[in-house]
């Protein structure tokens, strides 16, 4: 069935780059996401990249996708303490439902 | 003001009671969701509904039911509740061949 996976917590340094990495298991997702959620809110998207493309480059924010290893990853650049939030990969696999894996855990510290 | 709001934002109730989760937009989105957040677990689709007359199961329904009053309401129902259903549940919508979710802040449920 189709599955998200991402590692749960990542921690590193203010000014340092992040990245965050996913890997799924649909080879037919159309287009792949990266949410964050930030304490007591909800999720917002903060990029998305379309599954035939192989990058996106958004100010900070870097989106790389293998589709050959069905690899996505998510690179901050000069990581800051407000990029401290769960960061969620997901998928869309057609049906208009969205699969989410069970978030990454940044910790910025300064 | 909020796009999508959910009511109440925080519950604690008891085993056994039916409660209430209600979902408000005003995107004017026709599909909306229901999910719940468990560490570790990331969201689960409890139901969805891609307009007013059409409801669907998502991975996990059992103990749950939904309501689509309107294209703005989307209302979640547990009714016997049981400590195992104590998360974060959020409410969100979409739109266009995109699909990118708006979620609501969340509703925080404690089963006593």
Redesign the interface.
Same mark, same amino acid.
């Given at each position: 069935g189709e599955d998200?996976e991402q590692s @749960?917590f990542l921690s590193v340094r203010e000014g340092d780059s992040s990245v965050i990495n996913c890997t799924y298991t649909d080879s037919s997702s159309t &287009?792949l &996401?990266w &949410?964050k959620q930030e304490p %007591? +809110? %909800? @999720?917002? @998207?903060l990029t &998305?990249i379309f599954s035939n493309m192989d990058m996106k480059q958004d100010q900070r924010l870097t989106v790389l996708l293998n589709k050959k290893d069905k690899h996505l990853s998510l690179r901050i650049a000069d990581t800051q303490t407000g990029d401290s939030a769960i960061y /969620?990969c997901a998928e869309?696999t057609g049906g /208009?439902?969205?699969i /989410? %894996? +069970? %978030?990454t855990r940044l910790f910025v510290k300064a | 003001d909020a796009d999508v709001t959910q009511t109440p934002r925080n519950r604690i109730t008891k085993t056994g009671k039916r409660i209430m989760l209600e979902c408000s937009q005003t995107k004017g989105h026709d599909r909306m969701y229901w999910y719940r957040q468990d560490p570790g677990l990331g969201l689960r689709l409890i139901y969805y509904s891609f307009d007013v007359k059409d409801i669907n199961k998502g991975e996990i329904s059992d103990g749950y039911s939904v309501s689509r009053q309107a294209q703005a309401k989307f209302s979640l129902s547990l009714e016997s509740a049981i400590p195992n259903q104590t998360a974060l549940y959020f409410c969100a919508t979409s739109e266009g061949s995109v699909e990118t979710q708006y979620f609501g802040p969340g509703t925080r449920l404690l089963v006593l």
């Open positions: 998200v @749960l &287009y &996401y &949410y %007591g +809110a %909800g @999720l917002q @998207l &998305y /969620f869309s /208009f439902k969205t /989410f %894996g +069970a %978030g | -």
